[in-house]
C-alpha cells in the first residue's frame, strides 16, 4: 500500500507545482501587458456625431472601411479606422473612399478629438472650404486631405500647426499663396499640396523648412524664377515642381556633396538655357525629369557622370547638335533615356554602347539620320519615329534571347525588304513600322512574334504579296494595321483567332474578297476598315448572323460591294445603337491604355484627294461609312435606331426612294454625306433640329421640294445642294434670285474652299467630284513611361482646319 500511496502523493504534487507556475506566470503577464484600451465617452459620442453630420448612409460598407462598427454597442478604440492611446482617448483617424459629399462646418465634432495626432480622409468626396477649426488640433502631426473637392484658401490657421510633419493636400482645388499657408510649418518632412491652384510664387526662402525630405507643389499656378534656396536643404530627397510657370534658366548653387536628393522633376515649366555641369554635384540623383520646357543647347553630358542616376527624360525641349555619350561613366546605372521631341540630329554615335544598362531608348521626332546601331537591339524597349534613318546596323546581341517588348520605326526613311531578324524576338508587344518605304513580301516568320503581340502596324509602306496566314497563336493582337500597301488575294482566315482584336485596318490595298461575315464573331472588334480595295458581292445574307457587337466604326467604302439592305438591318449593332454614359467611355479609353500600349486612335479622311490625318479621336466616335459602292434599294428606316453615331457616309451608291425620317432621331449625328444617289422626295425638315449636325451633302440626287429651314442647312455649302433640280429655297444659301441645275463650270465655281473650317472632330466627309471615300482609322503610340492623362471631349467641339493641296 506504501508504493502506491507514494505514487498517489507525487502526482498531486506534480500537480500543484504545474497549478502555481501558470499561476504565477499569469499574474506576470497581466502585470508586464500594458493596460486595456477603452474608448472615453466624449471621444465616443463626438465620432458618433461627427458621422451622422452627413447625409449619405455611412451604415454600410464604404470603400476599405466599414463604418457598421460605430456604434454605442462596441467600444470605439474598435472601430473601423481609429487607434487610441493608452487613456482611451483618439490619436489617430484613418477614413478612405469613404462618400461624405459634403462640407465639414467650422463646428464639426470633429474638432472635439483634440488629441488627434493623425488624421487623414483620404478621397472622402469632402466639398466647401478647410475650416480654420483645423488649426486647434495642435497635437497633429499628420494631416493628410488628397482626392477631395476642396477649395478655396488653405486658413492661416494651419499655420499653428506647428508640430506638423507630414502634410497632403494634393488633388484638390486650393488656391491662394503659397507663403501665407505655410511659411510657419518649418517641422515639415513631407508637404504636397500638387494639383491645385496655389500661386503666385514660393517663398523667397525655402530653406526654413530644414527638415524637409519630400516637396510637391507640381500642377498649380507658380510662377517666377527658379527656387535656388530650396536646394539648400541637406535633408532633401524628392523635388517635383512639374507643370507649373516657371521661367528662367536654372542654378543649383553651392550644392553639399552629401546632398540625399534622388528625385527630382521640373517637367511641364518654362525653364530655358543650357541645363548647368553643377548638377553632377547630385551625386545621390536617381530620377531626373526636365521634359516639356524650353531647355536648349547640346546634350548635357555632365548627366551621365553621376553612377546612381536610372531614369532621364529631357523630351519636349529645344537641344540640338549631334549626341555625345562619351562622358558616360563606365559604371552608369542608366536605365531609361528619352530624349524624344528635340533638335538632335546626326547619326547615334557608337559611344551609346557604353550605357551597358540601358534598357529603354526614346529618340523620337527628332532629326537623325543613318543606320541604327547593332547594339540597341538588345533594349527592352526602342523608339525612333520620326526621324530619318535609313539603315539598320548588325544586331550585336543573339535576339531570341533578348527581351524587346516594344519597336517603333515608323516614319523614317527605310528602304528595302522586311529585315527577318525582327522575327527572331519571341517577346514584342507593340511592333510599328509604318510610313517607310518597305518593300516585298510581309514574311510568314513574323508570326513566330504572334504569340505575344498587342499592335502591329505595317501601314504605308510598299508590301506586297499576301498577308500571311500567320495569326494562329496570336491570341493577344489588339490592333493589326496594314492599310496603304499593295496586299492582294483574300483575308488570311486565322484571324478568327485574334479574339481580343480591336482595331483591324486592312485599307487601301488589292483584297479581292468577298464581305468577311465571318469577323463578325470576334468579340473585341471595335474598328473594321476594308476601304479602297476590291471586295465584291453583299454585305447582307439571310443565312448569315450579322454579329460584329461591338463595332463602333465600319469603313467599307470605295469597294464593288452590291445587294440591298433589309428593312431591320441596322437595328443589329448593338454598340452604335445603346446609350453610352461617360463611365463607360474611360472603361473603353482604359482598356486601349492597359492592353495596347497607351495609344490613342487617329483618324485619315480624305478631302478633294487629299489625306488629312487627325491625331486623335473622341473615345464614343461612331461611325458608318458605306460609300463608293453599288449599293441599292432603299436607305432602312433602322438606321434612325443608331442613336450614337457621329458619322453617316452613303454617297456614291443607288440608294433610291425617300431619305428615311429617322434619320432624325440621330441626335449626335455630326457629319451626313448621302450624294450621288438615287434619291427623291423631300429633305426630311426635322434634320434641321440635330444641333451637331455640322456638315451635310445631298447633291446629285433627285430630290425636290423646299429646303428646310435652320441654322444648320442655312451653314451649309451650296455644293451641298447641287444638281437636284427640283429642289428651292437656295437663295440665301447660294446668293441668286433662281438656282437650276449647275452647269460644270457653276459647279466649279460653287465648290468647296481651299480650306474649309468645320467645328466637329475627327469625322470628315469627301466632297471633290469622284471621290467618295471618307475615313481611314489608324493610331499612334504615346510613351508609357509618362504619366496619362484621359481627356473627356466636352460638346464644344474644337475647330479644325482641313487643308486641301494646291
Same mark, same amino acid.
Given at each position: 500500500m506504501i508504493p502506491s500511496q507514494s505514487s498517489s502523493f507525487s502526482s498531486i504534487v506534480v500537480t500543484l507545482y504545474f497549478f502555481f507556475f501558470f499561476l504565477f506566470s499569469f499574474i506576470l503577464h497581466a502585470l508586464a501587458s500594458p493596460k486595456l484600451q477603452y474608448c472615453r465617452h466624449d471621444q465616443r459620442d463626438a465620432l458618433l456625431e461627427f458621422k451622422h453630420e452627413f447625409p449619405m448612409n455611412l451604415t454600410h460598407r464604404w470603400g476599405d472601411y466599414d463604418m457598421r462598427s460605430w456604434n454605442k454597442r462596441s467600444d470605439c478604440c474598435s472601430w473601423k479606422g481609429l487607434e487610441c492611446d493608452a487613456e482611451g482617448q483618439v490619436i489617430s483617424l484613418f477614413l478612405f473612399d469613404v462618400p461624405f459629399n459634403n462640407s465639414l462646418k467650422p463646428n464639426s465634432s470633429l474638432f472635439k478629438l483634440q488629441y488627434l495626432q493623425n488624421l487623414t480622409l483620404f478621397a472622402c468626396n469632402l466639398h466647401g472650404e478647410i475650416p480654420s477649426s483645423f488649426g486647434n488640433l495642435s497635437h497633429l502631426t499628420k494631416l493628410d486631405l488628397p482626392y477631395n473637392e476642396l477649395v478655396g484658401q488653405v486658413p492661416a490657421s494651419i499655420g499653428n500647426l506647428t508640430q506638423l510633419r507630414y502634410l497632403d493636400l494634393?488633388?484638390?482645388?486650393?488656391?491662394?499663396?503659397?507663403?501665407?499657408? /505655410?511659411?510657419?510649418?518649418?517641422?515639415?518632412?513631407?508637404?504636397?499640396?500638387?494639383?491645385?491652384? /496655389?500661386?503666385?510664387?514660393?517663398?523667397?526662402?525655402?530653406?526654413?523648412?530644414?527638415?524637409l525630405e519630400d516637396f510637391d507643389v507640381s500642377g498649380n499656378s507658380f510662377v517666377g524664377p527658379f527656387p535656388t534656396s530650396l536646394f539648400t536643404i541637406p535633408s532633401l530627397q524628392w523635388v517635383d515642381l512639374g507643370r507649373n510657370h516657371f521661367k528662367g534658366h536654372i542654378g543649383f548653387g553651392n550644392i553639399s556633396l552629401s546632398s540625399r536628393l534622388h528625385a527630382l522633376s521640373f517637367a511641364g515649366n518654362k525653364f530655358d538655357g543650357p541645363i548647368p555641369e553643377s548638377i553632377s554635384k547630385f551625386l545621390n540623383l536617381e530620377i531626373l525629369d526636365f521634359s516639356n520646357n524650353s531647355f536648349s543647347g547640346p546634350f548635357p553630358t555632365s548627366l551621365l557622370t553621376i553612377p546612381s542616376l536610372q531614369y532621364v527624360n529631357?523630351?519636349?525641349?529645344?537641344?540640338?547638335?549631334?549626341?555625345?555619350?562619351?562622358?558616360?561613366?563606365?559604371?552608369?546605372?542608366?536605365?531609361?533615356?528619352?530624349?524624344?521631341?528635340?533638335?538632335?540630329?546626326?547619326?547615334?554615335?557608337?559611344?551609346?554602347?557604353?550605357?551597358?544598362?540601358?534598357g529603354e531608348l526614346d529618340l523620337s521626332n527628332n532629326k537623325l539620320e543613318g543606320a541604327v546601331p547593332g547594339c540597341l537591339w538588345r533594349l527592352s524597349s526602342l523608339r525612333l519615329s520620326h526621324n530619318s534613318f535609313s539603315r539598320f546596323g548588325k544586331p550585336t546581341a543573339v535576339l531570341h534571347q533578348a527581351h524587346m517588348h516594344e519597336l517603333r520605326l515608323d516614319s523614317n526613311s527605310f528602304r528595302g525588304p522586311f529585315p527577318q531578324w525582327i522575327c527572331k524576338y519571341r517577346s514584342l508587344r507593340f511592333l510599328d513600322m509604318s510610313n517607310n518605304g518597305f518593300i516585298g513580301s510581309i514574311p510568314p516568320c513574323l508570326g513566330n512574334s504572334t504569340e505575344s503581340l498587342q499592335v502591329l502596324n505595317l501601314r504605308n509602306n510598299n508590301f506586297s504579296g499576301i498577308l500571311p496566314d500567320m495569326f494562329v497563336n496570336a491570341a493577344s493582337l489588339m490592333t493589326l494595321d496594314v492599310g496603304r500597301n499593295q496586299l492582294e488575294g483574300k483575308i488570311p482566315k486565322s484571324l478568327i483567332n485574334c479574339k481580343y482584336i480591336e482595331l483591324l485596318n486592312l485599307g487601301s490595298n488589292k483584297f479581292e474578297d468577298n464581305f468577311p461575315s465571318w469577323l463578325g464573331s470576334l468579340p473585341s472588334l471595335k474598328v473594321l476598315i476594308l476601304r479602297s480595295n476590291q471586295f465584291y458581292g453583299p454585305l447582307y445574307h439571310r443565312h448569315i448572323s450579322i454579329g460584329f457587337q461591338k463595332l463602333r466604326v465600319i469603313d467599307v467604302s470605295c469597294n464593288y460591294f452590291t445587294g440591298t439592305f433589309p428593312a431591320f438591318y441596322f437595328s443589329k449593332w448593338p454598340e452604335m445603337t445603346a446609350t453610352l454614359n461617360a463611365e463607360d467611355d474611360d472603361t473603353y479609353m482604359e482598356n486601349f491604355m492597359n492592353h495596347t500600349g497607351y495609344y490613342r486612335d487617329s483618324m485619315e479622311m480624305v478631302n478633294k484627294g487629299v489625306y488629312t490625318e487627325f491625331e486623335k479621336i473622341r473615345t464614343d466616335f461612331i461611325a458608318i461609312d458605306l460609300s463608293g459602292n453599288r449599293f441599292c434599294g432603299k436607305i432602312p428606316e433602322s438606321i434612325g435606331l443608331l442613336k450614337r453615331l457621329h458619322l453617316l457616309n452613303l454617297s456614291?451608291?443607288?440608294?433610291?426612294?425617300?431619305?428615311?425620317?429617322?434619320?432624325?432621331?440621330?441626335?449626335?449625328?455630326?457629319?451626313?454625306?448621302?450624294?450621288?444617289?438615287?434619291?427623291?422626295?423631300?429633305?426630311?425638315?426635322?434634320?434641321?433640329?440635330?444641333? /451637331?449636325?455640322?456638315?451635310?451633302?445631298?447633291?446629285?440626287?433627285?430630290?425636290?421640294?423646299?429646303?428646310?429651314?435652320?441654322?444648320?442647312?442655312?451653314?451649309?455649302n451650296c455644293s451641298s445642294f447641287m444638281d437636284n433640280p427640283k429642289l428651292y429655297g437656295l437663295e440665301e444659301i447660294c446668293g441668286k434670285t433662281h438656282v437650276p441645275n449647275f452647269t460644270p463650270q457653276e459647279s466649279e465655281e460653287l465648290s468647296e474652299p481651299e480650306e474649309q473650317v468645320i467645328n466637329w472632330i475627327a469625322a470628315a466627309i469627301a466632297y471633290g467630284p469622284g471621290v467618295f471615300c471618307g475615313l481611314v482609322i489608324g493610331y499612334i503610340f504615346?510613351?508609357?513611361?509618362?504619366?496619362? /492623362?484621359?481627356?473627356?471631349?466636352?460638346?464644344?467641339?474644337?475647330?479644325?482646319?482641313?487643308?486641301?493641296?494646291r
Open positions: 494634393s488633388y484638390n482645388n486650393l488656391s491662394g499663396k503659397f507663403s501665407v499657408s /505655410f511659411a510657419n510649418l518649418t517641422k515639415l518632412l513631407s508637404l504636397y499640396v500638387n494639383d491645385n491652384y /496655389f500661386e503666385p510664387e514660393l517663398l523667397p526662402d525655402m530653406s526654413r523648412f530644414h527638415n529631357l523630351a519636349e525641349n529645344q537641344f540640338k547638335g549631334h549626341l555625345d555619350f562619351g562622358n558616360a561613366s563606365s559604371s552608369s546605372s542608366l536605365t531609361i533615356l528619352d530624349l524624344a521631341n528635340n533638335k538632335f540630329d546626326g547619326p547615334i554615335p557608337e559611344s551609346i554602347s557604353k550605357l551597358f544598362n540601358l456614291g451608291n443607288a440608294f433610291t426612294s425617300n431619305i428615311p425620317q429617322s434619320l432624325a432621331n440621330l441626335t449626335t449625328l455630326e457629319a451626313l454625306d448621302l450624294s450621288r444617289n438615287k434619291l427623291s422626295g423631300q429633305i426630311p425638315r426635322d434634320l434641321g433640329i440635330l444641333s /451637331f449636325l455640322s456638315i451635310m451633302d445631298f447633291s446629285h440626287n433627285n430630290l425636290e421640294g423646299p429646303i428646310p429651314r435652320g441654322t444648320q442647312f442655312q451653314r451649309q504615346v510613351s508609357h513611361k509618362q504619366e496619362w /492623362f484621359v481627356e473627356k471631349f466636352s460638346r464644344n467641339k474644337p475647330r479644325i482646319i482641313i487643308r486641301s493641296a
